[in-house]
């Protein structure tokens, strides 16, 4: 993005949780996030960050657009994905940039769910669909029929790629926010997927990404 768009470029960090993305894009951009979860937008605001309370595009001023708009593990948690691109559509800039970060149904967890669910095992599937949970996925895509979506509502994609699933940077925090686990078992559980990494790196990733370019 640092490369596509000017330093202190507008950006809006749609469901921005705990704020790390806009934590990585300050000084590089004019951030504005929006978290419709209230203890984590009070967390967030309590830090200090500029992020609003409720859903995309409904808090924003009508006066507002952006250079940038991102969706980091956002886009297949909303019912209606075409509705949501007319919107950012109708809020970006001219020439402006669309970032979807997302899971992708060809990646190596999704595909052995799917094979784990032909045996009769459904908990793993039902786990990366968050079943039962209080934002469930609701889409997989992958990059053929996403990049198609995009292009029906008036972008081109500039890029696209893939992106790790873990990282061991910050791997640690992440564990902690996903339940509650004692510290030896966050530590264990730490260190088993490290010892993964190498192998996750050369297997196909759940995680893709598309950037895309607003048309006139």
């Not at 929006?34 to 009508?62: K, M, N, S, T, W």
């Not at 991102?70 to 691109?85: A, K, R, Y």
């Not at 052995?112 to 968050?130: A, I």
């Amino acid at each position: 993005m640092k490369k596509i768009k000017p330093k202190h470029a507008r950006l809006l960090d749609v469901g921005c949780a705990h704020g790390w993305f806009l934590d990585a894009a300050a000084g590089s951009f004019e951030s504005l996030g929006i978290e419709p979860d209230e203890a984590i937008h009070a967390a967030g605001a309590a830090r200090g960050l500029p992020i609003r309370l409720g859903y995309f595009p409904d808090v924003l001023r009508d006066e507002e657009k952006f250079d940038i708009i991102v969706f980091n593990d956002v886009f297949e948690h909303i019912p209606d994905s075409g509705q949501v691109l007319q919107a950012c559509y109708s809020r970006l800039a001219d020439d402006g940039i669309l970032v979807l970060n997302l899971p992708s149904s060809k990646g190596l967890f999704y595909r052995l769910s799917k094979v784990f669910r032909r045996l009769g095992f459904d908990s793993f599937f039902e786990r990366l669909w968050q079943k039962d949970m209080p934002s469930p996925h609701l889409h997989y895509f992958n990059s053929h029929n996403l990049g198609h979506l995009v292009r029906q509502h008036k972008f081109s994609i500039e890029a696209k790629g893939t992106l790790p699933v873990v990282r061991l940077q910050g791997l640690f925090t992440r564990i902690s926010f996903s339940g509650n686990m004692g510290f030896v078992t966050k530590g264990v559980l730490c260190t088993c997927i490290a010892m993964a990494l190498p192998v996750l790196r050369i297997l196909p990733s759940d995680i893709i990404y598309v950037i895309a370019k607003k048309k006139q």
